[in-house]
């Protein structure tokens, strides 16, 4: 199971840090992501993390912003915001593969979703 959490209401230019904590059973080759879905907008992919460590980022305004990262004792990932913008609202999700070679950026290579945190920046 996947639980994301740290979403809420900031201000334009703020930091946010989200975290993904993963309960039951480890996967050591798993892909791990992040993805968004504004309304009315169909599920986008910001980040992805491999079992190797390996980042890998939309090539878009995401990358700079976003920083993907984990904590394997903790068994959980996160995601950092920099530089909140309004139209980065959205609801982050994150997700696991169980392929060490899943296309990072299809929403259904993911075996595994969480709820969801709703991320809300005003102006």
């Known amino acids: 199971q996947l639980q994301a959490s740290g979403g809420g209401l900031v201000q334009a230019g703020d930091s946010l840090r989200l975290s993904c904590a993963a309960s039951?059973?480890?996967?050591?080759?798993?892909?791990m992501g992040w993805f968004r879905q504004a309304p009315g907008k169909e599920r986008e992919f910001v980040a992805a993390?491999?079992?190797?460590?390996?980042?890998?980022y939309p090539a878009d305004a995401v990358k700079g912003r976003f920083i993907i990262s984990r904590e394997n004792a903790k068994n959980t990932m996160y995601l950092v915001i920099n530089s909140l913008k309004p139209e980065d609202t959205a609801v982050y999700y994150c997700?696991?593969?169980?392929?060490?070679?899943?296309?990072?950026?299809?929403?259904?290579?993911?075996?595994?979703w969480g709820p969801g945190t709703q991320v809300t920046v005003s102006s």
């Open positions: 993390l491999r079992w190797n460590g390996v980042s890998i």
């Open positions: 997700a696991a593969s169980a392929s060490p070679t899943a296309i990072v950026r299809e929403p259904g290579q993911y075996n595994y």
């Open positions: 039951g059973r480890t996967c050591s080759y798993c892909t």
